[in-house]
């Protein structure tokens, strides 16, 4: 067991074997990130425990409009069908945005992940105020603020530079930031390899790499700090 068997195990929803357990104890990146997880799920959890508003089921039937016939369960039965064909059409069609050429640096984002994120964690944060004052020509914190919680933020080697290592917690999921004060991008990058999905967009100045497990939640925080 390694520290990225662990996050792969662990994002599944699978539950923590004893294999793992075994790793954790001897790993802090590891036992930190479950400790992360435990409380995300927690906040899950309690946002969905949402109570259903009275005669909620009765208001919901008063604005469908009336048709004047009464429809058969067959009938029933097609309309949900339908709505699932386009609901799985729109997931298809933002995965087919993924296919074609992996972009290298958004690749260079995904191997960082995998081989190197622990070790980075593992180095330690840096003060948030020192964060904010070097990244505030490309990415505010406030921006990060607005769409998750930080949980780490230190600067790490990459690509022969330095970046800011970001580790997102966002109410759908964890994802990485990789922010490059110093490496402007012209275009959006796109890459994805062995269940990881990558996206590199340009800022004000410089650029951020985003990198999740799910490519839906990848391609949302992209949008919400593009440029």
Known sequence: ????????????????????????????ACAELIEGHADFEVQLRGALEAPVPARFADRLLETLPA???????????????????????????????WRGRDDPMAMACIDFVMKDEAKSIMMGAMPRAEAARILADSLPLERLDG?????????????????????????????????????????????????????VVPLRWGSVGIVGANAAVVDSVAGALRG
Do not use: W
């Not at 067991?1 to 802090?28: K, V």
């Not at 949900?80 to 933002?94: K, N, S």
């Not at 919680?149 to 990485?176: E, N, R, S, W």
């Open 1 to 28: 067991m390694n520290c990225l068997d662990y996050r792969r195990i662990l994002l599944s929803g699978d539950g923590e074997n004893d294999a793992m357990r075994e790793h954790r104890m001897t790993c802090i």
């Open 67 to 97: 048709t004047g016939s009464i429809e058969t369960p067959r009938q029933d039965r097609r309309r949900l069908l339908a709505a699932a064909a386009v609901a799985v059409g729109a997931i298809g069609l933002g995965l087919y945005a």
């Open 147 to 199: 769409i998750g919680k930080v949980m780490h933020i230190g600067p790490c080697p990459f690509q022969g530079g330095t970046a800011y290592h970001v580790v997102l917690m966002v109410p759908q999921d964890k994802v990485t930031l990789l922010i490059m004060p110093d490496t402007p991008m012209p275009a959006r990058a796109r890459a994805a390899h062995d269940g990881m999905y990558a996206s």
